[in-house]
């Protein structure tokens, strides 16, 4: 029934600083679009919807894999910093393979990003936390030996 994953939708109050980030995580930008209407207010349940829809690809991935930003114009949205506390229910984190993880940290750090915790090896991986737009969890993943 289900072959892969297509998408991943965040909500964000920065566009820029949200699509620069991502960049750095070798997304390039393919559609930029504003979302309104009817139709559309109906599918994702808020009324009066107006929002920026940007479509960043991750570069070379096989199958193609997206990260969507959403920023709305209408309604108003807040960021919340209790997103960080990874110890509550719902959506936790997105976990993106790297091929050497302390080359990506390091390139990261060079460029503003927040790098939470240490680098730990785990379950046949080396493991980090960063911290993306919105306060949202990112964690990357070496593979060792494969």
């Known amino acids: 029934m289900i072959k892969n994953p297509d998408h991943v939708t965040i909500a964000v109050t920065n566009l820029e600083k949200s699509q620069k980030f991502f960049e750095l995580?070798?997304?390039?930008?393919?559609?930029?679009?504003?979302?309104?209407?009817?139709k559309i207010s109906k599918?994702?349940?808020?009324?009066?919807?107006?929002?920026?829809?940007?479509?960043?690809?991750?570069?070379?991935?096989?199958?193609?894999?997206?990260?969507?930003?959403?920023?709305?114009?209408?309604?108003?949205?807040?960021s919340d910093s209790n997103l960080l506390n990874l110890a509550r229910p719902g959506y936790n984190h997105l976990c993106l393979r790297v091929d050497d993880i302390e080359f990506s940290v390091d390139y990261l750090k060079k460029n503003g990003v927040h790098i939470r915790g240490q680098i730990i090896e785990y379950l046949s991986r080396k493991?980090?936390?960063?911290?993306?737009?919105?306060?949202?969890?990112?964690?990357?993943?070496?593979?060792?030996n494969g």
């Open 127 to 144: 493991l980090v936390y960063i911290e993306g737009p919105e306060y949202i969890t990112i964690e990357l993943a070496e593979w060792l």
């Open 25 to 38: 995580l070798d997304f390039e930008l393919e559609i930029t679009d504003v979302i309104s209407g009817d």
């Open 43 to 78: 599918y994702l349940e808020v009324p009066n919807v107006q929002a920026d829809h940007l479509t960043m690809v991750l570069k070379n991935a096989e199958p193609r894999f997206e990260i969507q930003l959403l920023h709305f114009r209408t309604p108003r949205i807040f």
